[in-house]
């Protein structure tokens, strides 16, 4: 499996969900730039780009995983169904910053109200997609053209983006309960960021499937391996964020334990960099002509 190939077997109206939710996310740079509102206030136009552009990836890569499975007759609906469901969220989400208004924890009034129902509405559907198809992920023979490494990359990819889902309920769910006592809604007392560990692993699946890819363009001896290692990484920077966040501590309020998972992330790391770098040279050493 090739991933630029893997555009052309998308139907229309998924390349249509990716192109709009990638240009509303791009659009919304400039009108940013000349706000006034600064990139943390919860009304201004960071979460429009964010959501655009971090959604486009998100739903290009589940569409490539669901055209990787082996074929069934309920594919493409569930891949539309996706589609709409993702560019709908994404959409209120961008509406609320025009509107001047919090895009998430608003329930002041009855629009407000709605439109925060209509994005968990939207936002359950994806997920329960998201979880059937990782379970389908788990399946010895739904992969039936990827390599080893594609396939373990695939999984662990759709393991993570499920793990990301969960935890973004969790922290709704907290950020509610700390709205109605009168809390910030995004800080798990006393600076524990609540959206780090949602957004830690999140984009997992397409590191993990660029990686298997250039594994393959590269014919590195071992990628089964090296996928492995880049999976240790990705769970190991998922523990800390977990950590940091529920004890209460900042991003970069370090301690021994946080520095020490945060060296197993590295080391894990430099496992995955050293044969890449081998791949490399290798690649430029028979390209380069003969004496």
């Not at 486009?56 to 569409?63: E, F, G, K, N, Q």
Request: proline share 5%.
């Amino acid at each position: 499996m090739h991933l630029p190939k893997s555009w052309s077997d998308i139907d229309g109206l998924g390349k249509l969900s990716i192109a709009v939710l990638f240009l509303s996310g791009l659009i919304h740079v400039p009108i940013f730039a000349f706000s006034e509102l600064p990139w943390d206030d919860p009304r201004s136009f960071r979460k429009p780009i964010l959501f655009g552009l971090s959604t486009s990836v998100t739903l290009w890569s589940l569409l490539i995983v669901l055209h990787a499975f082996k074929p069934h007759r309920t594919d493409i609906g569930l891949g539309q169904i996706l589609s709409i469901s993702l560019v709908i969220e994404v959409a209120l989400i961008s509406l609320q910053p025009w509107r001047g208004q919090a895009s998430h924890f608003n329930q002041t009034g009855i629009l407000n109200q709605t439109i925060e129902t209509g994005m968990l509405f939207c936002i359950v559907i994806a997920s329960t997609l998201i979880f059937i198809w990782t379970a389908r992920c788990m399946r010895r023979d739904e992969f039936p053209v990827l390599s080893p490494e594609m396939q373990l990359a695939l999984r662990a990819g759709m393991v993570f983006l499920s793990i990301s889902c969960v935890l973004g309920f969790a922290i709704s769910g907290i950020g509610q309960w700390l709205a109605a006592n009168g809390n910030p809604p995004g800080l798990f007392a006393p600076r524990g960021v609540l959206k780090f560990p949602h957004g830690s692993t999140l984009h997992a699946i397409q590191t993990l499937a660029l990686l298997a890819w250039v594994c393959q363009i590269l014919k590195i001896p071992g990628s089964v391996r090296v996928i492995w290692f880049a999976i240790l990484a990705h769970a190991f920077w998922l523990a800390y964020s977990l950590i940091q966040t529920f004890r209460g501590r900042d991003r970069a309020e370090l301690d021994a334990f946080g520095i020490a998972l945060i060296g197993l992330t590295i080391v894990a790391s430099v496992f995955v960099a050293i044969p890449l770098a081998q791949g490399i040279r290798f690649a430029l050493l028979q390209r380069s002509p003969r004496a």
